[in-house]
Each structure stands twice: as structure tokens, then as C-alpha cells.
T-cell receptor
Framework: DAGVIQSPRHEVTEMGQEVTLRCKPISGHDYLFWYRQTMMRGLELLIYFNNNVPIDDSGMPEDRFSAKMPNASFSTLKIQPSEPRDSAVYFC?????????????FGPGTRLLVL | GDSVTQMEGPVTLSEEAFLTINCTYTATGYPSLFWYVQYPGEGLQLLLKATKADDKGSNKGFEATYRKETTSFHLEKGSVQVSDSAVYFCALSEAGATNKLIFGTGTLLAVQP
């Protein structure tokens, strides 16, 4: 398996622009997680899905952030409009419900810079 | 709520030194415990895990034992290498079988030759 795939790997944009981050989880995994990592705040869980349904979005910073999972093999995290404070590395991770040890498998991340 | 506390870094060691990174947790029930590692420019990777009290997880020379009495899961390695330089995250599984993990703040390890 190719593992969790994220695109783009790097994104540079200007304040006010829309940003869309993409994630393809490991085939057959039931859970999908979006995280944000910054020096100041560390690793933060933004939202997670189970069987394509959002379960907990309490970590989403504000209305400018939205996430969707239209099918089991694809998810997006959108920021509109983007702001410089959104600059961070965004990770997607997936896991298998039946894996009682709950291992999460992380993608390589998208490094976002908002100017 | 559940939480994880790990020692602050950076931890700087010479090659072949002994490593300990402390991790303690607060949780309801009996969570699984994890150590993840993040190498520069990469995503997090599972290093080892333990699912019940007194279990020892091990991988690549690293070990950690699930201590229920002290609510700890300290990471150890007898002889570190330069290639072990990375950020190490302790985590626990949230109660309720949600597959959600609660991570510590991470500890940067720098190993010098």
C-alpha cells in the first residue's frame, strides 16, 4: 500500500486566497483525521471522520476552515479566506476501526505558507 | 479529560548515550499508549505501543513499559545514534473506542556524534 497520500506537499499563497488541501487515506481505513502542527501550538486535531461522516470538529479554528469527505478514498480541508496565522504543516492520518490498538498512519504533510 | 504530559526538550545527547524521555498520562479507563516519532520534514510514524498494564512495547532498540501504578510510559534506549535525532510524541487512545489519539507536546531529541 502507498500509505496516506497528501497533496500538495507545499503551498504558498497570499492572504485572502482560498486553499484546498487533499488527502487519500489508506484503502479500507474507516477513520480519517486532520491535524495542524505549529511551533507555538504543537500538534492539534482539527477534525475527524468515521465512515465519511464528521464525528468531532471541535478543533476547527473558525468558520474559515471546512472539511469534507465525499467518499472513503478522498478528503479535503479548505481554508477560505486564508490568513498568515494559518501557516503551518497540515497532516492527514487514517486508521482502521477494527484495529483495536488504534494505530494512526500519517501522511507526509502539506506545508502551508500564507503571505 | 484525558491528557498526556511529556518532558520538555530539547534533549541533547552524545552518540551511544542512554536515553529516557518521560511521559505520564491522565485517563479514565484503560487506554492504549503509544510513542510516535517524527523525523525532520516527515509525518509521524508509530514507534511502539502497549495496550494494557505491564505490557512492554519495543522497536528499533527503543522500549517503553505501560505502568498503571505510576500512570507512566517512559521511552528508553540504551545507546542512541545520530539517526535517532527526531521529535518524539507520547500519546494515548481516548476512551470510548473512537480511534482518537491524544498527543503530548513532543520532545526534540538531538544526538551529536
Amino acid at each position: 500500500d502507498a500509505g496516506v497520500i497528501q497533496s500538495p506537499r507545499h503551498e504558498v499563497t497570499e492572504m485572502g486566497q482560498e486553499v484546498t488541501l487533499r488527502c487519500k487515506p489508506i484503502s479500507g481505513h474507516d477513520y480519517l483525521f486532520w491535524y495542524r502542527q505549529t511551533m507555538m501550538r504543537g500538534l492539534e486535531l482539527l477534525i475527524y471522520f468515521n465512515n465519511n461522516v464528521p464525528i468531532d470538529d471541535s478543533g476547527m479554528p473558525e468558520d474559515r476552515f471546512s472539511a469534507k469527505m465525499p467518499n472513503a478514498s478522498f478528503s479535503t480541508l479548505k481554508i477560505q479566506p486564508s490568513e498568515p496565522r494559518d501557516s503551518a504543516v497540515y497532516f492527514c492520518a487514517s486508521s482502521l476501526m477494527l484495529d483495536i490498538q488504534e494505530t494512526q498512519y500519517f501522511g507526509p504533510g502539506t506545508r502551508l505558507l500564507v503571505l | 479529560g484525558d491528557s498526556v504530559t511529556q518532558m520538555e526538550g530539547p534533549v541533547t545527547l552524545s552518540e551511544e548515550a542512554f536515553l529516557t524521555i518521560n511521559c505520564t498520562y491522565t485517563a479514565t479507563g484503560y487506554p492504549s499508549l503509544f510513542w510516535y516519532v517524527q523525523y525532520p520534514g516527515e509525518g509521524l510514524q508509530l514507534l511502539l505501543k502497549a495496550t494494557k498494564a505491564d505490557d512492554k512495547g519495543s522497536n528499533k532498540g527503543f522500549e517503553a513499559t505501560y505502568r498503571k501504578e505510576t500512570t507512566s510510559f517512559h521511552l528508553e534506549k540504551g545507546s542512541v545514534q545520530v539517526s535517532d535525532s527526531a521529535v518524539y510524541f507520547c500519546a494515548l487512545s481516548e476512551a470510548g473506542a473512537t480511534n482518537k489519539l491524544i498527543f503530548g507536546t513532543g520532545t526534540l531529541l538531538a544526538v551529536q556524534p
